[in-house]
């Protein structure tokens, strides 16, 4: 299958400073990708979906100038958690998609913040 | 309403047993597909299977299959003589399609936690 990746697969960081965190498409063009959240024990949330060269879409409830998303080619999305505090110490996965079936995941980031 | 509906937040299986992991699911949509993904420990998420909503057939991928009742909105796992590695989270998820061509983000239930013992 194709090949997801995200940088880095673990983050610490201080309250108040902002962590980027890369997804790539290895091996194929990602017109569109996801970046969900997972909390311990808990199930994945779609927090916005990003489409290469426009403005991403966010679920409800989730803040977009906190969670900044950038989309800036085909195989590259970022998201940047900006004044991060511990309540958004979380596993942030990415996913993409080429069309309307497939999605590959990445490897997730685990983000904690001190 | 939960669009995803795993009821099984936990099962313990005996080795080289069949499993099924139940999911119902809730949609308007008749343009919509059904996923399993295995979570280990290690936190990826790793694609089993899929059902889109017009196949006629039930998706099968070597032990693993889906047993889809489209009326009924169930899409359970099954997986056959079980092995100690499966031991994993088992998350159903749904992605509804638009008329337009695109697609949404999945939809996850809160999982089941597969536990195989020797």
């Known amino acids: 299958g194709a090949v997801v990746s995200q940088h880095p697969s673990r983050v610490i960081c201080k309250s108040g400073t902002s962590v980027k965190i890369e997804c790539r498409s290895l091996d194929f063009q990602a017109t569109t990708m996801f970046w969900y959240r997972q909390f311990p024990k808990k199930s994945l949330m779609l927090m916005a979906t990003s489409n290469e060269g426009s403005k991403a879409t966010y679920e409800q409830g989730v803040e977009k100038d906190k969670f900044l998303i950038n989309h800036a080619s085909l195989t590259l999305s970022t998201l940047t958690v900006t004044s991060a505090h511990p309540e958004d110490s979380s596993f942030y996965i990415c996913s993409a998609s080429s069309g309307a079936y497939e999605q590959y995941f990445g490897p997730g980031t685990r983000l904690t913040v001190t | 309403a939960q669009k995803i509906t795993q009821t099984q937040p936990g099962m313990f299986v005996q080795e080289k047993e069949a499993v099924t992991l139940d999911c119902t699911y809730d949609?308007?949509?008749?343009?919509?597909?059904l996923f399993w993904y295995k979570q280990p420990s290690s936190g990826e998420m790793i694609f089993l299977i899929y059902q889109g909503s017009y196949d006629e057939q039930n998706a099968t991928e070597g032990r693993y299959s889906l047993n889809f009742q489209k009326a009924r909105k169930s899409a359970n796992l099954v997986i056959s003589a079980s092995q100690l590695g499966d031991s994993a989270m088992y998350f159903c998820a749904m992605r509804e399609y638009d008329s337009g061509g695109g697609a949404d983000g999945l939809t996850f239930g809160k999982g089941t936690h597969l536990i195989i013992q020797p």
């Open positions: 949609t308007s949509d008749q343009s919509y597909g």
